[in-house]
């Protein structure tokens, strides 16, 4: 087994901050994933990545970047926090990308931005 | 729009009842994935259900798909208070996944 390690666990920011979360595997997958859940809502993808150095744009990529550091590790900026902005950001890692592969989260860092 | 949804917002049972859940999805997908998610954690994926498969157990779980029809159940047998927790489903169409709003199921003692 493996786990996936989010942090902080709670991130309270600045409008116009950048704040930066990090995310670690020891599964040893390829591909890791960066995800935002607002309350009540489902998951949606701001970034994911294949391999190590490589990033990908998902449906929510706007207002934040990523980086690939090495395999086990990936990181979320949020360029500007926005006011009153609260969600929680969930990482994610599976072995491949490919449509059967199941994906393994972490506990999330859950945002309030004042 | 939402490309897979989940048909109810809340659900209630008591203990030892059955439920069943339902979702929705508008694209062709190639699978569906039920993700359970309890309070304060992540999901966790239940039941992967292929396009050419009509259903798929897990324990107390049963998972069904229909593509005519465009929608997947998930059934849950003698449930506990542990599977309080929202029922997500999950499409993969071209590539990438696209998650519902869930479905939160409360079980009472």
């Known amino acids: 087994g493996g786990i996936i390690t989010q942090t902080p666990k709670f991130l309270i920011g600045q409008e116009g901050q950048k704040l930066t979360l990090k995310c670690q595997q020891n599964?040893?997958?390829?591909?890791m994933y960066w995800y935002r859940q607002d309350s009540g809502k489902g998951l949606r993808l701001i970034y994911y990545?294949?391999?190590?150095?490589?990033?990908q744009k998902g449906d929510l990529s706007e207002g934040y970047d990523a980086s690939r550091e090495k395999k086990s590790s990936f990181s979320l900026t949020v360029t500007s926090a926005q006011k009153n902005e609260m969600a929680v950001f969930l990482c994610?890692?599976?072995?491949?990308?490919?449509?059967?592969?199941?994906?393994?989260f972490g506990p999330g860092t859950r945002l309030t931005v004042l | 729009s939402q490309l897979a949804e989940e048909n109810l917002w809340a659900l209630s049972v008591h203990e030892g009842e059955s439920v069943t859940v339902n979702c929705s999805y508008k694209?062709?997908?190639?699978?569906l994935q039920w993700y359970r998610q309890k309070s304060g954690e992540g999901p966790a994926q239940l039941i992967l259900i292929r396009s050419n498969e009509r259903e798929k157990r897990n324990g107390r779980l049963r998972a069904t798909l229909d593509t005519s029809s465009q929608s997947s159940s998930l059934s849950i047998t003698a449930t506990r208070c542990e599977d309080t927790a929202v029922y997500f489903c999950?499409?993969?169409?071209?590539?990438?996944?696209?998650f519902g709003d869930g479905t939160q199921l409360v079980v009472k003692p």
């Open positions: 599964f040893n997958h390829d591909t």
């Open positions: 694209t062709s997908i190639t699978a």
């Open positions: 999950a499409t993969y169409s071209n590539n990438r996944i696209f």
């Open positions: 994610a890692s599976s072995i491949g990308g490919g449509n059967y592969a199941e994906q393994f």
């Open positions: 990545s294949i391999t190590e150095n490589d990033l």
